[in-house]
């Protein structure tokens, strides 16, 4: 089992800043996968960005590609999400996840653990 908990959505305007944190807790981390995922409303949840635990590789969606950095912090248990050049387009929940996979990274789909979400709302 992992649990995960996010934190750090919030309100900014178009242009700013923020970083979302998600602490996973749980038996295991060998073979982890962390995402982020994000839904907005009226429309299907998508992914954003992945990270694997032990080697720290990194998949990206399109839409986010240099302007989004996901990274892991294992001392602390955490993932982040830095996001940056942010527009009102980005605004949805964000949910981090996570999975367990033994190849470098897997597809987007097949998360079964899920944190509560955390809400970014960019204002223009």
């Known amino acids: 089992q992992v649990q995960l908990v996010e934190s750090g959505g919030g309100l900014v305007q178009a242009g700013g800043s923020l970083r979302l944190s998600c602490a996973a807790s749980?038996?295991?981390?060998?073979?982890?996968?962390m995402g982020w995922f994000r839904q907005a409303p009226g429309k299907e949840r998508e992914f954003v960005a992945a990270i694997t635990w032990t080697d720290g590789n990194i998949r990206y969606a399109d839409s986010v590609k240099g302007r989004f950095t996901i990274s892991r912090d294992i001392a602390k248990n955490t993932v982040y999400l830095q996001m940056n050049s942010l527009t009102p387009e980005d605004t949805a929940i964000f949910y981090c996840a996570a999975r367990y996979y033994p190849g470098i990274l897997p597809p987007p789909t097949g998360y079964g653990y899920w944190g509560q979400g955390t809400q970014v709302t960019v204002s223009s």
């Open positions: 749980g038996r295991t981390f060998s073979s982890l996968v």
